[in-house]
């Protein structure tokens, strides 16, 4: 018999299953807070009766963690209807990259009514910034492309030439064209963060990791099979680890792993796989650790082994005081602190269950799960590190995972598994080259940390890394493909800090998103679609996917490329330098520059056949050369997948070589070992310069976190805030992208989801209007009453488009960073997912849903 019939479940029959069971295990009742309207009629065509035209494949580019197969149908010039992934049959070993209701409504977004159509200025700026108190709430004037770049050229001269360039922040980092022109341009302030990562951007140094975002620790596909156990440990792929994750969850779950999850709430992936459930307390993971731990070492014994003290001898230091770092002081060692030999606070079960919420008895059960089981798969989202003072978490974590010894052999593993490299962690085998651009130093090396931003606009100074606290006098700001407004921490005092300080904000952007909004003028770009095209690298390290354009730009939006050039020309500078090549020759180059790992595992080679009739049709310089397919089919089929099979040279195990054989393959730390004791981050602490760090995982509460909503935690006496909320990445969009495409907004209506038993306290009922408040701000949202979510926590999704309403101040819409703090502790980490906050019933007017709000059109 086959997997098949044994299961009864089919792939499609389970990708249908698995949107129901999302939509009903997190959404019980979606529809009831729909039933009565349908969304607004959408202004794109309707589907055409019989697939008439060509197919072709089409990008989906937002930051989801994924990247799946997209197809646009286009007749006479357009698009009329989308598909997804049927290239190949599907397979569980080699299966079709399917696209997720984000990506099979992105032609609401490309052709959406609240595109931006032309370049527009706010209707009272003035050279300086004019009547700055009505950024986000002015009307709009269209201008000639010519006045805007001549504006935002202009008024970038102005402010660097009188203030300096560390006057202009460019948000979002590095890398984008914008920046490249105003690095050459003399430069400017820029940010840093640990946006997704939450502590688990630096702090594994303790791992030896210092670079590379795909080795979190985990192992790849076909060993997840091996797994007996598999710890969810804030986890949802369903949700947020797009593409194939969840699927290759499923083979394991059939191959016969049992699964836990440790969340706030029951997720959609914890029902699939039928998980036992353990709800916690957000931001509290490192004490459960610490409980788990402790318990371990109540319980291990000769007779019932539970500690793997081979693992922690041979390839860690730190654990006790045999085997700790030279120079450190022997008493600092972990076990002493888990016992709590010299502090007299022993991290017990019963001291981490009055913090976590999981009781001392489940703590145990855990200890002896994961302890007791030979293959255990210990994986952790990012999650419940994207809290102030995290970093003990991620220490923690990884402590367990070498108490145990699961990490690097077949079935056994310990790491963060989510976006990029969920579920199959390993080497990229297919890979795109790169377009050929030059890369463009920033002259300026100054950089705010995301916890400072607000600080630097507000009270002139921030604390620039290894220096000390600076002043600062940013007076412009540009935000290119970023919604930094939106996804930093308290939205409300940043758009106090925009209507106060800053004399220009500009936006390069192709709908009214909140950073377009309060700005003072807008420059329309266009969306992948409407360009030359391109090659997208997913997270899945398998397959390799093509974009073409499929439609001429809109409006009189312009590529950011050629707004950045036409600045870059205005600013003086030489833009030929930067630019030396056309962006069909950037398309082209990563084509011709694409690479394959071939059957070895390790040698590459070039994945595209290019001829050089190939090169002439293009009218583009290039190599001739041999590959696995030819340009046309892919650009044609839309992607290239490498084929695996389960005994290919393709595996992967995290650490493998260094705990075969610590000595001839020493992790690239000070010890060359795994450190319970890093010094490491004790001196990145210092260097940061806010809070200081303890060489092991000393449990530090959260800001805002679970104990700080008790006015007194020892009384259990709750506060004024009593409410932990917390930001799920949800399914309606990509953070903030797609937000405002009313399809999705129908389908994911982004309510607060609350508990029944609160729910019922509070006499809040289904669907009800509630008014969500923070010491930072306010928000109305509809209630999702459900058992699924841990009683005293409530789950906000992230990225809502902020709606202030300008009378009362509050966020119609709910956009989780109007809660949220700027706390600057540790290694500079972002916490998001602990907030606290009051819930009570709104006894105003009841909110519309979102899906029939007039769309946000300007213009
Ligand atoms: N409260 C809270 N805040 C969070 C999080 C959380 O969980 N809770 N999560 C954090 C995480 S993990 C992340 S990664 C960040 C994400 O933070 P951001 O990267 O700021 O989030 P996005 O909403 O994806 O912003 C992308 C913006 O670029 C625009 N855009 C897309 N394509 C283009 C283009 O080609 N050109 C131009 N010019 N613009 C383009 C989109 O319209 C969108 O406005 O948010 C973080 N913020
Ligand atoms: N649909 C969708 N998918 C996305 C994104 C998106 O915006 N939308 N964004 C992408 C990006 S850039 C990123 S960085 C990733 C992030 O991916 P992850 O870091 O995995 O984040 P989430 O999906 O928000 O949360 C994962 C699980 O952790 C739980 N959780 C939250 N806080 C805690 C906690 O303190 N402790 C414990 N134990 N559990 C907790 C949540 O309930 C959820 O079930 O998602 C990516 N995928
Ligand atoms: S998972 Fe991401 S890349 Fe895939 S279709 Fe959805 S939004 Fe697009
Ligand atoms: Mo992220």
Known sequence: MSDRQKTGVTRRSFLKWTSAASAMAALPLSRQLHAATPAPAQTTPAAAPAAKGQWKPVACWHNCGGRCVNKALVADGVVVRQKTDDVVADSPDFPQQRGCLRGRSQRKQVFGADRLKYPMKRKNWAPGGGDKTLRGRDQWVRISWDEALDIVASETKRITGQYGNESLWVTGGNGTDFQSVFSAAGGFTGDWGTTSWGAWFETPAHLGLLEGFYTFGTNDRFDMRNSQLIVMWGANPAWSSPGSPTYNYYQAKKAGARFISIDPSYTATAELMDADWYPINPGTDHALALGIMHAL???????????????????TV????????????????????LLGTYTGKPTTPEWAAD?????????????????????????????????????????????????????????????????????????????????????????????????????????????????????????????????????????MQGIEAYRSGVEFIATAAYVPHTCAKYSDVILPVTTEWEREGTILNPSNREVIIAAVNVTQPLYEAKSDQWIAKELGKRLGINVDEIFPISEKQQFFNKLNGATIITEDG??????????????????????????????????????????????????????????????????????GKFEIYCETLVEKA???????????????????????????????????YPFQVYNPHYLRRSHSTLDNVPWLREQWPSPIYINTSDAKRLDIKQGETVLVTSPQGKILRPALVTQTMKPGVVALPHGSWTNVDETTGIDMAGADNTLTIQVPTGLGTSGWNTMLCNIEKWHGEQLTDDARLPQRIIG
């Open 602 to 671: 390790v040698t590459k080679a070039p994945l595209f056949t290019i001829t050089q009739a190939d090169i002439d049709e293009w009218q583009v310089t290039g190599t001739p050369q041999e590959g696995r397919i030819t340009l046309n089919e892919f650009l044609t089929k839309g992607k290239y997948q490498v084929e695996r099979t389960p005994d290919d040279n393709y595996g992967y195990i995290a650490y493998e070589d260094f705990i075969r054989d610590p000595a001839a393959n020493p992790r690239p730390t000070p010890s």
């Open 297 to 315: 070492l109540e319980m291990d014994s000769p007779e019932n082994p539970l500690i793997d003290w081979e693992f922690l001898r041979r390839c």
């Open 686 to 720: 210092k260097e940061c310069g806010w809070t200081e760090l303890p060489p092991i995982a000393e449990y530090i509460p959260s800001a805002s976190g679970y104990e700080a909503s008790f006015k007194d935690f020892s009384k259990k006496e709750k506060g004024d």
């Open 355 to 491: 913090i976590c919420g999981i009781s001392a008895s489940d703590i145990r059960s855990l200890a002896r799960q994961i302890g007791g089981t030979q293959r255990v798969a210990l994986l952790t989202g990012w999650a419940p590190a994207r809290i102030h003072n995290g970093e003990g978490w991620v220490q923690a974590f990884s402590t367990l995972g070498f108490m145990t010894g699961h990490m690097g052999r077949p079935g056994r593993m310990t790491g963060a598994c989510c976006h990029y490299a969920a579920g199959n962690n390993g080497t990229r085998l297919v890979m795109a080259g790169a377009n050929g651009l030059p890369a463009v130093k920033n002259p300026v090396t100054l950089k705010i940390n995301h916890n400072e931003l607000n600080r630097a606009l507000l009270e002139k100074k921030f604390r620039q890394r290894g220096v000390g606290d600076v002043d600062a006098n940013i007076q412009m700001i540009f935000h290119p493909f970023n919604a930094t407004l939106q996804t930093r921490a308290n939205i």
């Open 318 to 337: 730190g654990f006790d005081e045999s085997n700790m770092p030279a120079g450190a002081d022997p008493k600092k060692n972990f076990k002493d602190y």
